[in-house]
């Protein structure tokens, strides 16, 4: 088994600093007096990534005040700016909702650096069990989403109980809104299932094993996302997976496209190998099923493609 390195973050000296320069502002901020949280007042969430802020958005409509912290679709999401706007967010916050499984972890670091009350701390992987080693990749797993979702709903109804019929309801909307997906997934599967397939790096892992692809070079996609660097060998034998036609597709992550990534598209090019993007941001504009069925839909027409070329 192929573990993550625990220091997956990436985080450069900048993004580093601007770690420690949030948590000093939200010390800072955590001795001024705000209003009490009023019942008719939208509930503040703070999502550390947007696709749990939509989420957040969709279970608790009108009734909440999502504040997603990572949400540019062209940075690279290990990478992050800090911003009094959002400190004051974290500081207020009634839920907060993140990833966990070492993908954030700036923000236990910041969680500490203030008080939060009655603050209610939702982690995915800890909703799925997950930890520090595994994929962190979580969204892309099928189970997650339905789990998040029910753990939101449980904190929204016990935040604000007036309104609890409210978000059962969107829970039972947005439950259902996942079965084309999961019909996407089951279909792929049945006609892909045991498909050679690679990637740059492992962010479509969990939906990769759900429609049960065989997916290869995993020592160079954990290199990848590990910012560290992949061995010769392991480059080999990526080049000769593409070179060769091995592998149907190659899937890379459209936000951390460096170098050796760049590399190796441009040898699926040459030799007619599909490439498919994901994206580990939400795209402005969509929702998480528009977002997952399209990147699903993507995949399908890589495979097709690969089939008749």
Do not use: C
């Amino acid at each position: 088994m192929i573990t993550l390195n625990p220091a997956r973050a990436r985080l450069t000296q900048r993004s580093a600093r601007a770690v420690v320069r949030l948590a000093a502002t939200l010390t800072a901020a955590f001795g001024f007096a705000h209003a009490a949280f009023a019942a008719d007042a939208a509930i503040p969430v703070v999502a550390a990534e947007n696709f749990y802020g939509d989420v957040v958005k969709q279970i608790g409509g009108s009734h909440v005040d999502v504040t997603s912290i990572m949400s540019n679709p062209d940075q690279d999401p290990h990478l992050f700016e800090a911003s009094p706007k959002t400190a004051r967010a974290l500081q207020h916050a009634r839920v907060v909702v993140y990833n966990g499984a070492d993908y954030d972890p700036w923000m236990a670091k910041l969680l500490g650096a203030t008080q939060g009350g009655q603050r209610v701390t939702i982690v995915a992987a800890d909703l799925v069990g997950k930890k520090a080693g595994d994929n962190p990749h979580l969204w892309y797993d099928p189970h997650t989403m339905p789990a998040v979702a029910r753990a939101v709903n449980a904190a929204l109804a016990a935040a604000d109980p007036a309104n609890k019929s409210v978000y059962d309801a969107n829970l039972a909307t947005f439950l259902g809104s996942l079965k084309p997906i999961d019909d996407k997934v089951a279909a792929l599967r049945a006609r892909y299932q045991g498909q050679p397939v690679t990637a740059t790096e492992p962010v479509f892992g969990y939906m990769s094993d759900a429609i049960g692809l065989d997916m290869r070079n995993m020592p160079f996609q954990m290199a990848t996302m590990n910012d560290t660097e992949a061995s010769a060998s392991d480059i080999a034998a990526f080049e000769r997976d593409l070179r060769e036609r091995r592998v149907r597709v190659l899937i890379y992550n459209s936000q951390a496209t460096e170098a050796l990534t760049r590399r190796m598209l441009a040898l699926a090019k040459q030799s007619k190998v599909p490439s498919m993007s994901v994206t580990e941001t939400e795209p402005p504009g969509a929702t998480y099923q528009q977002w997952m069925l399209k990147q699903l839909d993507a995949l399908d027409a890589a495979l097709g493609a690969s089939a008749h070329s």
